[in-house]
């Protein structure tokens, strides 16, 4: 089992920025690759990020790129989401998880999920 707990999200401005952080306890957390996933009220959960265990490969959906940034220390077993210049549509649920799979975005593929951070956006 691993348990996990996000924190770090809020209201914000467009235009600002928010970092969440996700806090692994549990079975060893450099064995899982991590992703953010985020759910807006009425749509479907949707991939955000995701890190390799080693942080050498990351990967974003197309509407984050060069504005969020995903990244881990396996020390602090913590992976991170840094978030810059938001805009109302990034407004969600983000939740973090684990996984041993071959497929990155899928959510079916991860294994574990925290209790989601609440990010708001306003305009």
């Known amino acids: 089992q691993v348990q996990l707990v996000e924190s770090g999200g809020g209201l914000v401005q467009a235009g600002g920025s928010l970092r969440l952080s996700c806090a692994a306890s549990?079975?060893?957390?450099?064995?899982?690759?991590m992703g953010w996933f985020r759910q807006a009220p009425g749509k479907e959960r949707e991939f955000v990020a995701a890190i390799s265990w080693n942080s050498d490969n990351t990967y974003y959906t197309d509407s984050v790129k060069g504005r969020f940034t995903i990244s881990r220390d396996n020390a602090k077993n913590t992976v991170y989401l840094q978030m810059n210049s938001l805009k109302p549509g990034d407004t969600a649920v983000y939740y973090c998880?684990?996984?041993?799979?071959?497929?990155?975005?899928?959510?079916?593929?991860?294994?574990?999920w925290g209790q989601g951070t609440q990010v708001t956006v306003s305009s």
């Open positions: 549990g079975r060893t957390f450099s064995n899982y690759r």
């Open positions: 998880a684990a996984e041993t799979g071959p497929y990155v975005s899928d959510y079916n593929e991860y294994d574990y």
